[in-house]
């Protein structure tokens, strides 16, 4: 009886040990939720998703105070996967928020009078300049977020649309027209 | 004069009608220079060529007029000489039916030269010889256009090649231009081939040719006997559709599998076309940049027949030295199971166009309506890459790009033998070329996003860092050191 009791216990401490011990050595640092959510956004940093930037978007769906359905650049595959890895519902675009075309912002730089005012609001560094002298966008980090068109004094700052070229094309989804069924002929 | 050697097979694989013996009855002609020529900029896998010529500047036959730009591209050259008349936008021949960049050049009848002499390629060292191949303009002419000078780069010590496969095989039903170069410029291919195998320090050559072309495989057989060439095997393969393909042919040849995710490089095989090949032995033995290939014009002409085309030739006008029949509805680049119809018959001739068909209602009557997937898996009958199509297709379909990339989407060749014995008349090549296509931009994407992360954190962590600096810089401001007492003192003592 008293060795039961003696060994139980024993168990009981070396698990618990372990365990304690796994707890410390393993322990997760942060919400894994958010990264994998972040993980989907798109990363433009635009807040069109009233949130300033992906991360605390993705930490808003993840805390429940943000719908899925609030980033446009995504589109409606980024909401899939995020219904994906929430287990929950698809949800369309709502009225106010619809996928935009890809584009690129472009500084007229004869119009530019070197503010720094875009520089300070691009999220992701991709305009190069200084004070008093002329900006430029870095087109390849820039993406298309429209934050830097608002602060714009000289309104030199327009957004391109980046159209398809030879290699960057892809084949279309395969659709058939639908050839008319001559109502005579149906049974 | 060799020993046969033992042949393998690939899986599935099908028979269409090979339509191939109207285009072989007459020799390669010599196509008439055209009253202009479109050159395209972008004609090769990789990056485009940048113009090096001006509009108004007269340029001769050979001469370079567009620079390759990174690692991965090709030289492009005036194909006569004439007069640049414009650097701009036009379609060009791409199933997107987009534009690109493109050089007009009208030429002024003369066909005059640009100083060129042969190569002294058995004392240059392998670096020069690629980027005389590179500066050449020499591509991949099997229709993949991939720049040959990197594809001779890879005899590292990781990658010993021991075997060079030729790819004669030519597969695909209508297309002859392979074999009309394999039957009259044989001792040609030889020699490039030898300049090849000297590059990659290959032991063996195989040409491997389907036996289709009996005179074609002669032809070589013979070149290799009086050319006294030295362990090199002429191989007819059995005809079968797509055994042209590389992985397909090499598994015939060798019996090596090449899986998924793996090059034959890595298994010391290396492949190379015929007249690729060919155009390698013309650049270095002859010093003549790639200006003009051979293209089988063929369908519903006068007289099918397999012409040397100026790079640039507008499609038109070399169908029409064949006798363009009056029912031609469009123009075909490529095979009928691969190829894809032209945008305008105005687009100019490019290294990849290795045949053109013209196109009619009767020939090639439009695909009656798809039906829906019985499942009878025909298809992965026929595969030859082993893969499930029935399954792709559904989720191509469906959009669900993480399935199919599982189920190997990308091992497929799209050679479209799925499409040929569907009894449904599904076009499935045509939903595996989407979904590829989707699945390459959003990795495109999530690495355009990975990196805007990166910068944004950075951005916002260096905001952080100078606010906190500027913090402790004010702080130090407003509160005097302590170690400025002992000055004051030292003053008041003075």
Not at chain 2, 38 to 63: D, M, S
Not at chain 2, 227 to 239: C, K, M
Not at chain 2, 258 to 285: E, K, M, S
Request: with cysteine.
């Amino acid at each position: 009886m008293l060795t039961a009791l003696f060994v139980m216990s024993g168990i009981a401490l070396v698990l618990g040990a372990v365990l304690g011990f796994a707890a410390l050595k393993f322990k997760v640092g942060g919400n894994p939720l958010i990264e994998k959510i972040d993980a989907i956004l798109p990363q433009t940093q635009c807040g069109q998703c009233t949130f300033p930037g992906c991360k605390p978007y993705a930490t808003a769906i993840a805390e429940g105070r943000a719908d899925i359905n609030q980033c446009p650049p995504g589109g409606e595959e980024g909401i899939r996967k995020l219904a994906d890895l929430l287990g929950v519902d698809f949800k369309p675009f709502g009225e106010n928020a619809a996928p935009a075309v890809k584009s690129v912002a472009f500084i007229d730089e004869s119009t530019c009078i070197g503010c720094t005012l875009c520089i300070q609001a691009c999220p992701v560094d991709a305009i190069t300049g200084a004070a008093k002298q002329m900006h430029t966008i870095i087109s390849a980090e820039c993406t298309g977020c429209v934050l830097c068109v608002a602060p714009c004094p000289v309104d030199c700052i327009s957004m391109i649309t980046i159209e398809e070229k030879v290699n960057t094309w892809k084949w279309k989804y395969p659709v058939f027209p639908i050839a008319p069924i001559n109502p005579a002929a149906r049974p | 004069m060799n020993a046969p050697l033992p042949l393998h097979k690939f899986h599935g694989g099908i028979h269409p009608p090979t339509h191939k013996a109207q285009s072989t009855q007459h020799p390669i002609g010599q196509a008439k220079i055209p009253a202009q020529l479109i050159i395209p900029f972008y004609q090769h896998a990789g990056n485009q060529a940048k113009p090096i010529v001006a509009v108004g500047e007269r340029v001769l036959k050979g001469q370079m007029i567009g620079m390759p730009q990174g690692h991965i591209s090709s030289a492009i050259h005036a194909s006569t000489s004439g007069t640049i008349s414009a650097l701009d936008m036009q379609t060009i021949a791409h199933p997107s039916g987009l534009q690109d960049l493109c050089a007009t050049l009208l030429p002024d009848g003369l066909d005059e030269w640009i100083a060129h002499a042969p190569l002294d390629y058995p004392t240059m060292t392998a670096d020069e010889i690629r980027h005389a191949l590179r500066m050449a303009g020499v591509v991949g002419l099997g229709g993949a256009t991939f720049p040959s000078d990197v594809k001779l780069s890879r005899s590292d010590a990781k990658h010993v090649i021991h075997t060079l496969v030729l790819n004669g095989a030519e597969c695909e039903p209508y297309i002859t231009c392979d074999d009309m170069v394999m039957r009259e410029r044989a001792a040609e291919i030889l020699n490039g081939a030898e300049i090849v195998r000297g590059l990659l320090r290959a032991e063996k050559i195989l040409i491997g040719i389907e036996d289709n072309k009996p005179q074609a495989i002669a032809a070589l057989q013979q070149a290799a006997m009086q050319g006294a060439h030295q362990n090199i095997h002429v191989v007819a393969v059995p005809t079968i559709y797509p055994g042209g393909g590389e992985k397909q042919l090499l598994r015939v040849l060798t019996g090596i599998e090449v899986p998924a995710h793996q090059r034959p490089t890595d298994f010391g095989l290396q492949c190379f076309n015929v007249a690729t090949v060919y155009q390698i032995w013309r650049a270095l033995a002859l010093g003549e940049p790639l200006i003009s290939r051979i293209v089988t014009v063929t369908g519903n002409v006068r007289q099918a027949q397999n012409y040397e085309v100026l790079l640039g030739t507008p499609v038109l006008e070399i169908v029409a030295q064949a006798g363009i029949l009056p029912d031609t509805h469009s123009y075909i680049m490529g095979g009928p199971m691969m190829g894809f119809t032209l945008p305008t018959d105005a687009v100019g001739v490019i290294k990849a166009s290795n045949c053109i068909i013209a196109a009619s209602a009767k020939l090639f009557p439009p695909p009656p309506p798809a039906m829906p997937c019985i499942r009878c898996t025909r298809c992965a009958d026929v595969c030859p890459a082993e893969l499930q199509p029935q399954d792709l297709f559904w989720f191509a379909k469906s959009k669900n790009f993480e399935q199919a990339k599982k189920y190997n989407l990308f091992d497929c060749i799209e050679c479209g033998a799925c499409n040929y014995v569907c009894p449904s008349q599904i076009p499935l090549v045509q939903y595996y070329r989407f979904a590829k296509g989707e699945i390459r931009t959003q990795n495109k994407e999530q690495a355009n996003a990975d990196t805007a992360r990166q910068r944004f954190e950075f951005r916002f962590s260096r905001i952080e860092r100078e606010k906190q600096e500027k913090a402790a810089k004010l702080a130090a401001r407003e509160k005097p050191a302590p170690t400025e007492l002992p000055i004051s003192d030292k003053v008041n003592e003075l």
